[in-house]
């Protein structure tokens, strides 16, 4: 049996000697991933790095500790996990979102599917079939990319050529 990978919206960042130096550009989670203890989810300074033109970070993945080169891109995935990817190959898998901060979150509220069939709605949109709510726990939405299910909680995206991507929101305390 065949599977696609369904479309999902991951934020990343590109390491770089100027950004390695300086800090300042550094999202929110890849700060966070610093100030952990090393590990799973961290971020760290690599003991074992001897030359001084070596990119000197590694990242604690649940496959064990990866090194990060220069120009590598740190992705955080849709589960809040973060991993390395070479940049010619994140090239072939992502491209940047347009409209990301636009998504809306289905929080299973029949008030609440009103503003979701209108955000699914509204041009551009890439809708072939239809989209519906059978129990209000979840949104279907049939696309020429196939079926798409938002759960509550996550967040819908639409990019700038009406093309969806779910992701889950991050909870914070």
């Known amino acids: 049996m065949k599977y696609r990978k369904k479309p999902v919206v991951i934020e990343a960042f590109q390491m770089t000697r100027e950004r390695r130096e300086d800090n300042s550009e550094w999202p929110d989670w890849l700060n966070q991933a610093w100030n952990k203890d090393a590990g799973e989810g961290a971020v760290w300074i690599n003991p074992d790095a001897i030359v001084a033109a070596d990119c000197d970070l590694v990242c604690g993945t649940l496959e064990g500790v990866h090194r990060i080169d220069w120009d590598d891109f740190i992705i955080q995935g849709v589960q809040g996990e973060i991993y390395p990817c070479k940049p010619d190959i994140f090239a072939e898998l992502y491209e940047p979102v ?34 519906c709510s059978v ?39």
């Open 135 to 173: 129990d209000y726990k979840t949104v279907i939405i049939i696309t020429s990319r196939g079926e798409l299910i938002v759960t509550i909680g996550e967040v819908l995206y639409k990019d700038s050529d009406g093309f969806f991507s779910v992701q889950t929101k991050e909870v914070t305390a």
């Open 98 to 131: 347009a409209g990301f901060e636009d998504g809306i979150t289905w929080t299973g509220d029949k008030s609440n599917w009103n503003e979701v069939f209108k955000f699914i709605h509204a041009e551009p949109t890439d809708l072939v079939s239809h989209a």
